[in-house]
T-cell receptor, first 112, second 113 residues
Framework: GNSVTQMEGPVTLSEEAFLTINCTYT??????LFWYVQYPGEGLQLLLK?????DKGSNKGFEATYRKETTSFHLEKGSVQVSDSAVYFC???????????FGTGTSLTVIP | KAGVTQTPRYLIKTRGQQVTLSCSPISGHRSVSWYQQTPGQGLQFLFE???????NKGNFPGRFSGRQFSNSRSEMNVSTLELGDSALYLC????????????FGQGTRLTVV
C-alpha cells in the first residue's frame, strides 16, 4: 500500500540555520510527491511538488528532490526565518481519485 | 480567485447528534475530498467526490457520509456523533487531472461534548 514516513518533531532551530526534514514513501505505482505547510489555526498550503523521479520542487527558498532510488523527498532550506515556524507535511498522491497520503507532520519552531 | 471555503469554522455538538459540514471548492474544480485531522491519527482521508459521484473512500465507519452537488459544492455528514469525532475537518479541491495538487480550506473545527 501507500504510506509516507517523515521525521518526528518537534524541531527547533535558530534563525538562519539550515533545515532538513526527512521524508520517505512507499507506493505501489509512480506517485507525485508534495510538501504542505500548516500555520496555526489554518488549513494546509501547498509548499512545493514534484511529479516524477529526479524532479526538484522549489518555493520560497525551500527545495525537495524526488529520489526514486531511495524513495525519498527530503525538504531543505538554507536559511530559515522566524516566519517559517509551522507544521510541515510530506504527502503523496497516485493516479486514482486524487487521494493524498500524508505523513504525521513535523513541527518547526524558529527562534530569533 | 477565491479559495476553498468551509463553513462553519467552528462547531460544538453533543454526543449522539448529527452534523453537516459544507465545502465550496475553487471555481472550476470538480474534485472535492475530505480529511479528518486529529493529534493522534494525523490526516486521514475520508472520501473524494468528482462530478457528484463518490470516487474514493477511506476507512471510516458508515456514520461518515458525503455528497456533492451539481455546482461541485460538497457536504459531509456525521451521524450519531462520538467524542472521538472531535477533529479538524479539512476539505480540498482539485482539478480533474491526475497528479494535481489539492487546495485546502481552513477547515471546520468540530468539538463533540
Amino acid at each position: 500500500g501507500n504510506s509516507v514516513t517523515q521525521m518526528e518533531g518537534p524541531v527547533t532551530l535558530s534563525e538562519e540555520a539550515f533545515l532538513t526534514i526527512n521524508c520517505t514513501y512507499t507506493a505501489t505505482g509512480y506517485p507525485s510527491l508534495f510538501w504542505y505547510v500548516q500555520y496555526p489555526g489554518e488549513g494546509l498550503q501547498l509548499l512545493l511538488k514534484a511529479t516524477k523521479a529526479d524532479d526538484k520542487g522549489s518555493n520560497k527558498g525551500f527545495e525537495a528532490t524526488y529520489r526514486k532510488e531511495t524513495t525519498s523527498f527530503h525538504l531543505e532550506k538554507g536559511s530559515v526565518q522566524v516566519s517559517d515556524s509551522a507544521v510541515y507535511f510530506c504527502a503523496l498522491s497516485e493516479r486514482a481519485g486524487n487521494q493524498f497520503y500524508f505523513g504525521t507532520g513535523t513541527s518547526l519552531t524558529v527562534i530569533p | 480567485k477565491a479559495g476553498v471555503t468551509q463553513t462553519p469554522r467552528y462547531l460544538i455538538k453533543t454526543r449522539g447528534q448529527q452534523v453537516t459540514l459544507s465545502c465550496s471548492p475553487i471555481s472550476g474544480h470538480r474534485s472535492v475530498s475530505w480529511y479528518q485531522q486529529t493529534p493522534g491519527q494525523g490526516l486521514q482521508f475520508l472520501f473524494e467526490y468528482f462530478s457528484e459521484t463518490q470516487r474514493n473512500k477511506g476507512n471510516f465507519p458508515g456514520r461518515f457520509s458525503g455528497r456533492q452537488f451539481s455546482n461541485s459544492r460538497s457536504e459531509m455528514n456525521v451521524s450519531t456523533l462520538e467524542l472521538g469525532d472531535s477533529a479538524l475537518y479539512l476539505c480540498a479541491s482539485s482539478t480533474t487531472g491526475t497528479f494535481t495538487e489539492a487546495f485546502f480550506g481552513q477547515g471546520t473545527r468540530l468539538t463533540v461534548v
